[in-house]
């Protein structure tokens, strides 16, 4: 079965890995097969809480079927709630062109 293994290291960077895998192939066995813990160690520690099929979060354990796409995602850098809470306490102008210079 063919299975799309992909990863984006940074924003705006994806990396895709097509994989040719036994039937019953599992998440997991797409992602040791594909290389890329090698390719990106700072994945180890965090990769199994990190897989999704088709953007909906799986255990590596999940069994695979021929067309997925296997999607690891690396860890937020701020967490959203908090982002969204700070800029609605931020004040705003209405109308930039009404400001005055000093």
Do not use: Q
Not at 64 to 87: M, N, Q, W
């Amino acid at each position: 079965m063919r299975v799309d293994l992909v990863y984006a290291p940074a924003p705006g960077v994806i990396e895709r890995v097509p994989l040719i895998l036994p039937a019953g192939a599992t998440v997991r066995d797409a992602v040791e097969r594909s290389g890329i813990l090698e390719r990106h160690p700072d994945l180890r520690p965090s990769w199994e809480r990190a897989c999704s099929l088709f953007g909906r979060l799986v255990p590596p354990e999940t069994p695979l079927a021929d067309g997925d796409r296997v999607e690891l995602t690396r860890p937020l850098i701020a967490d959203p709630k908090a982002v969204r809470r700070r800029r609605a306490r931020t004040p705003r102008d209405k109308n930039p062109e009404e400001r005055t210079a000093p």
